[in-house]
């Protein structure tokens, strides 16, 4: 079985900070890894993925997250964030070779960027 | 490319009736995944469906149901609803080729009253 977890449920930053929302998994089996974003009202969109090959993967909107296997870590970074960064976001692992309904998604973690 | 597209993006409906949601998946994709966001509850899984059959489903009564049409499409069915079933449901589509990277619509709020 895997699991996620998102170790901070809210994030305040001041804007052009850089900021570092952090996801650990745990699973026997090999998986993928995903960041997804949920703006106020919206359904979720695909910041990155992490499938195989390079551990930093870089996403949309100038985030990118880094595969640390040993520690079975998948953090996300932006060096500076907007305003517009406002929302939250979910950390989520599939296992390889089935099929996407075992997906499992973090409880989210709501990022919140002051002026 | 258009995305996955989701009708209504409200619904009212009070205890005791059914609600059909409708999702359209990204075109080429034939897995559409079913989700359930209540507040405070993160997501959770509904339903699974690829290529016109029920793949898998979560831990929901049977009231909860579905089906995918040839196109594709797929529809959510709760009948006899409860105050619990408010929530977001949120539709997913993916390719046979890469199940797990799953793209999202923007939701159906679904209010029981």
């Known amino acids: 079985a895997q699991s996620v977890t998102q170790l901070d449920s809210q994030v305040p930053v001041f804007e052009e900070a850089p900021v570092e929302l952090r996801c650990n998994y745990s699973s026997s089996v090999s998986v993928y890894l995903f960041w997804y974003v949920q703006y106020p009202n919206q359904g979720l969109q695909l910041l990155l993925k992490y499938l195989s090959g390079s551990t930093l993967v870089k996403g949309i909107n100038g985030f990118e997250a880094e595969f640390n296997k040993s520690q079975t870590s998948f953090h996300l970074r932006k060096p500076s964030v907007h305003i517009s960064d406002t929302a939250e976001y979910f950390c989520?692992?599939?296992?390889?070779?089935?099929?996407?309904?075992?997906?499992?998604f973090g409880a989210g973690t709501r990022l919140f960027v002051k002026a | 490319e258009a995305g996955v597209t989701q009708s209504p993006t409200h619904l009212i409906k009070t205890r005791g009736q059914q609600a059909t949601l409708r999702c359209s998946p990204i075109?080429?994709?034939?897995?559409v995944y079913w989700y359930q966001q209540a507040l405070g509850l993160g997501l959770q899984f509904l339903l699974w469906y690829d290529e016109g059959e029920e793949r898998n489903r979560g831990n929901f009564p049977p009231r909860f149901s579905g089906r995918q049409f040839p196109n594709y499409s797929s529809e959510l069915n709760v009948n006899a609803l409860e105050l619990e079933d408010s929530a977001l449901y949120l539709c997913?589509?993916?390719?046979?080729?890469?199940?797990?990277?799953?793209?999202f619509g923007p939701g159906t709020r679904l209010l029981v009253l």
């Open positions: 997913a589509s993916s390719s046979a080729g890469m199940r797990q990277t799953q793209y």
């Open positions: 075109s080429g994709h034939t897995s």
């Open positions: 989520a692992v599939s296992p390889l070779n089935t099929g996407g309904f075992k997906t499992i």
